[in-house]
C-alpha cells in the first residue's frame, strides 16, 4: 500500500463518499440517499464543532470518520464525539482506521475537548480492543430512542 493522508472532507468528495458508501452496504445508493447525504456534509462542513475527516490516497477516499462537539450543564470544557468510522473493506486491515482515530482525537483537543466518547455505531469498524488501546474505557451502556 502506497502512503495516504488525513486531511478535513470537502464538499467535492461527495461522490467519492457515496462510492465508499455504496461499496461497504453492497448495493448502489439511490438518489434520495445521496441528495440526503450531500445535505448532511455540507451541515457538517459548515457547523462549528463538526467534523468530518477522510483517508485518501491518489484522489481515492480509503476512510472516513465523524466527529462533534457537545456541551453539558455542569462541564467546564466540551466532549468530543466520534459516532462514525468506516474504511473501505481493502483497507480495514491496514494503518488506515487507527490514523482516522488519531486525527480524530486530535481534532477534538483543537477543539478544546478534554474528553472524548466514541459511540459505536453498525457501520463502525474498529474493534474494542483497538479503543481500549488508544485508552478509551467501556462505560455504562446508553439508551436511545428514535423520534418520528
Do not use: K
Amino acid at each position: 500500500m502506497s502512503s495516504f493522508a488525513v486531511r478535513a472532507a470537502r464538499p467535492g468528495d461527495h461522490p467519492a463518499l457515496l462510492g465508499l458508501l455504496s461499496e461497504l452496504l453492497d448495493r448502489p445508493l439511490s438518489a434520495e440517499v445521496a441528495a440526503a447525504l450531500n445535505t448532511n456534509l455540507l451541515r457538517v462542513l459548515s457547523t462549528p464543532g463538526s467534523t468530518l475527516l477522510v483517508a485518501a490516497e491518489e484522489g481515492a477516499l480509503l476512510g472516513f470518520v465523524s466527529l462533534w462537539t457537545r456541551w453539558g450543564l455542569f462541564e467546564q470544557a466540551p466532549t468530543g464525539v466520534v459516532d462514525c468510522l468506516m474504511v473501505a473493506r481493502a483497507y480495514q486491515a491496514s494503518a488506515v482506521p487507527h490514523a482516522l482515530l488519531e486525527q480524530a482525537l486530535g481534532a477534538c483537543q483543537a477543539l478544546g475537548c478534554t474528553r472524548v466518547e466514541f459511540v459505536p455505531t453498525e457501520a463502525s469498524l474498529i474493534p474494542s480492543e483497538a479503543l481500549e488501546g488508544f485508552g478509551f474505557v467501556r462505560s455504562a451502556e446508553r439508551f436511545g430512542l428514535e423520534l418520528l
